[in-house]
């Protein structure tokens, strides 16, 4: 079955650019779509088709897509954007939908 | 504003059934794909199963753990999704959330699979 990669956790402190990989073999075909779940909470969405944002996020979360990597990029994070963090992608037959691991984001 | 309210969680042992329900407002319901995606206590994401929209076939699809036990429905009339979970096993225990194609999400519902 497809599979998508994330690091297991990411840790910054306050103002820097925290990135978020997800490696996937059918990324360079497939949109990644980005979720921030906080603990306790629904999981909302970020970023999808790689690069855009939807209304209401701000303007500090971006997206991007090399090859067989797509990145979730927080510039200038802050304490509340600690979360956990999830890619979502299909494979290239668009028949296998799957969620990356997660990533840990720590900000202090 | 999208409102997703899911209900129908509960305890239920081994091989039961249980039917969960997703409450749709705000939007054209009949118009949607729609999702459920669930989390396992303390783990990640699982994509469970989709169903088009009505116009568009009202196909569904769903993850090869669930299939020929679960079985995603909706009532575009009353604005409705059902997710009917059939052969429940402990592994199936998670808080399922309810989705529009992945997008806007509900608060979720715990599905609790012991004895």
Redesign the interface.
């Known amino acids: 079955s497809y599979e998508l990669t994330q690091p297991p956790s990411v840790s910054v402190s306050p103002g820097q650019t925290a990135r978020i990989t997800c490696s996937g073999d059918a990324l360079p075909k497939k949109y990644a779509y980005w979720y921030q779940q906080r603990s306790g909470q629904a999981p909302l969405l970020v970023i999808y088709e790689d690069i855009k944002r939807p209304s209401g996020i701000p303007e500090r979360f971006s997206g991007s897509s090399s090859g067989t990597m797509a990145t979730l990029t927080i510039s200038g994070a802050q304490v509340e954007d600690e979360a956990d963090y999830y890619c979502f992608s299909t494979d290239s037959s668009g028949d296998d939908r799957v969620f990356g691991g997660g990533t840990k984001l720590t900000v202090l | 504003e999208v409102q997703l309210v899911e209900s129908g969680g509960g305890l239920v042992k081994p091989g039961g059934s249980l039917r969960l329900s997703c409450a749709a407002s705000g939007f054209t319901f009949s118009n949607a794909w729609m999702t459920w995606?669930r989390q396992a206590p303390g783990k990640?994401?699982?994509?469970v199963g989709?169903i088009k929209s009505t116009p568009d076939g009202g196909t569904t699809?769903y993850?090869?753990s669930v299939k020929d036990r679960f079985t995603i429905s909706r009532d575009d009339s009353k604005s409705i999704l059902y997710l009917q979970m059939n052969s429940l096993k402990p592994e199936d225990t998670a808080v399922y959330?309810c989705t529009t194609n992945?997008?806007?999400?509900?608060?979720?519902t715990l599905v609790t699979v012991s004895s």
């Open positions: 995606v990640g994401l699982e994509w989709r699809d993850a090869i959330y992945l997008r806007d999400w509900g608060q979720g």
